[in-house]
């Protein structure tokens, strides 16, 4: 841990099946024309999340931890609780049978099977990596598996026929085409998301090396500035890879068997190496939201923030077994997806400006308080994700 930050466990945590659908429908639907928003989601999410860190290693407590110090008054404090618990609770074990299905799916490409039982036998594994409780451990799986799916994803890209003038222009001249806004939408969602950011504050404020408080911000900065690049770098692969491989050809892609369906294009090593992909994909996805789960929720109640602790365990037990349930008896739990979609379009400004507000107050941060830079980027990415949020939620009940 001396030598690696938290900053894969991020990247793990946003590149999941849910990037890896929704990316992938935006290039065969829109082809390049959408990689703006991409590459804006990669921006937003360092400044978010490099502020996160900060906050994490100036106070040594997490971001779930200062808003439940910070909010004294039992109205509003009760009021935010709940907020987190319906986005971050019942969302992550709503989406956690994404997760698990997205892995077995995977699984099932390259090994054939049922994709029930694959997903009962991962999320055994998701809680075997948890419960043993050493964070180094739990690093160097997810590092492994994040690279695994960074290579993957990478070298299906650059098999694939890539129109790269047009890349170019999709990642720097933005454009909106003909009923794209929620696909727009969709990927920013799918990048920067509220749990990421109790995530990884609270990874921060336990990340203890032999180095000063500033060594080890900028080792965490250097850190996620690297992983969360290369999540992005991956989200653009796969969107690209679908633009060059369905809308060049002006057909949809099936996403239930869409490995297979590379395999005229890109030879017959592409589909077993995007299934590949998918599978690291899940399971890391499938590990981290619990664990960030936890993270948000007894930080917020005032609980242990051991990985140790009974309540800790109980937490991100509870979102593995309600998972796994789902995906086992192919339950779709709209309501509850429905309840953190709407949850998350009121929970990430609200945090975003939180943020921004502990980065600014010398009490908190001290001499790590924000530039001028850092707060006019804040300001940006917040009124940005305050639009894109209730645009969410109004969509979402209209």
């Given at each position: 841990m001396?030598k690696?930050?938290?900053?894969?466990?991020?990247?793990?945590?946003?590149?999941?099946?849910?990037?890896?659908?929704?990316?992938t429908?935006a290039?065969?639907?829109?082809?390049?024309?959408l990689?703006?928003?991409?590459?804006?989601s990669?921006?937003?999410?360092?400044?978010?999340?490099?502020?996160a860190?900060?906050l994490?290693v100036?106070?040594?407590?997490?971001?779930a931890?200062?808003?439940?110090?910070?909010?004294?008054q039992p109205?509003f404090?009760?009021?935010?609780?709940s907020?987190?618990?319906?986005?971050?609770?019942?969302?992550n074990a709503?989406?956690?049978a994404?997760?698990?299905?997205?892995?077995?799916?995977?699984?099932?490409?390259l090994l054939?099977?049922?994709?029930?039982?694959?997903?009962?036998?991962?999320?055994?594994?998701a809680a075997?990596?948890?419960?043993?409780?050493?964070f180094?451990?739990?690093?160097t799986?997810?590092?492994?598996l994040?690279?695994?799916?960074?290579?993957?994803?990478?070298?299906t890209?650059?098999?694939?026929?890539?129109?790269?003038n047009?890349?170019?222009s999709?990642?720097?001249?933005p454009s909106?085409?003909?009923a794209?806004?929620?696909?727009?939408?969709?990927l920013i969602?799918?990048?920067?998301?509220?749990?990421?950011?109790?995530l990884?504050?609270?990874?921060?404020?336990k990340?203890?090396?032999?180095?000063?408080?500033?060594q080890?911000?900028s080792?965490?900065?250097?850190d996620?500035l690297?992983?969360?690049g290369?999540?992005?770098?991956?989200t653009?692969a796969?969107?690209?890879?679908?633009?060059?491989t369905?809308?060049?050809?002006?057909?949809?892609?099936?996403?239930?068997?869409?490995?297979?369906q590379?395999?005229p294009?890109?030879?017959?090593?592409?589909?077993a190496?995007?299934?590949?992909?998918?599978f690291?994909?899940?399971?890391?996805?499938?590990?981290?939201?619990?664990?960030?789960?936890?993270y948000?929720?007894c930080?917020?109640?005032g609980?242990s923030?051991?990985?140790?602790?009974?309540?800790?365990?109980?937490?991100w037990?509870?979102?593995?077994?309600i998972?796994?349930?789902l995906?086992?008896?192919?339950?779709?739990?709209?309501?509850?997806?429905?309840?953190?979609?709407?949850?998350?379009?009121?929970?990430?400004?609200?945090?975003?400006?939180?943020?921004?507000?502990?980065?600014?107050?010398?009490?908190?941060?001290?001499?790590w308080?924000?530039?001028?830079?850092?707060?006019?980027?804040?300001?940006?990415?917040?009124?940005?994700?305050?639009?894109?949020?209730?645009y969410k939620?109004i969509?979402l009940f209209?």
């Open positions: 001396n690696t930050g938290p900053g894969f466990l991020i990247a793990a945590a946003f590149v999941g099946p849910g990037t890896v659908t929704t990316a429908l290039g065969a639907h829109y082809g390049y024309a990689l703006w928003a991409v590459l804006f990669i921006v937003a999410t360092m400044v978010l999340q490099e502020m860190a900060r994490g100036a106070t040594g407590a997490g971001l931890e200062a808003l439940n110090k910070r909010f004294s109205l404090k009760w009021s935010i609780i907020l987190i618990v319906c986005a971050i609770g019942i969302g709503a989406y956690e994404g997760n698990l299905t997205g892995a077995a799916m995977g699984l099932t490409n054939g099977g049922e994709i029930q039982y694959w997903s009962l036998l991962l999320g055994i594994a075997a990596i948890l419960y043993q409780g050493k180094q451990t739990l690093l799986i997810l590092t492994l994040v690279l695994l799916m960074s290579l993957v994803f990478l070298l890209f650059f098999a694939s026929d890539i129109q790269f047009q890349l170019l999709g990642l720097f001249v909106l085409p003909s794209a806004t929620i696909t727009t939408i969709a969602g799918t990048t920067v998301v509220p749990y990421n950011l109790f990884h504050a609270s990874l921060a404020a990340f203890q090396t032999e180095k000063s408080h500033e080890r911000l080792l965490l900065r250097k996620g690297f992983a969360i290369l999540g992005g770098l991956v653009i796969i969107l690209s890879t679908a633009a060059a369905w809308f060049s050809q002006g057909i949809a892609p099936d996403m239930t068997n869409i490995a297979e590379l395999r294009l890109l030879g017959d090593f592409a589909p190496f995007f299934a590949l992909g998918l690291a994909a899940g399971l890391t996805s499938a590990v981290t939201a619990p664990l960030a789960t936890s948000a929720l930080g917020a109640l609980w923030v051991d990985l140790q602790s009974p309540r800790f365990r109980m937490i037990l509870s979102v593995i077994t998972g796994t349930l995906c086992f008896l192919s339950l779709k739990p709209l309501t509850a997806i429905m309840l953190a979609q709407a949850s998350n379009g009121l929970l990430l400004p609200f945090i975003a400006l939180c943020l921004l507000w502990f980065c600014n107050d010398a009490k908190v941060l001290g001499q308080r924000n530039s001028g830079w850092q707060n006019l980027l804040g300001i940006c990415i917040v009124l940005l994700v305050t639009g894109l949020g209730l939620v969509s209209s």
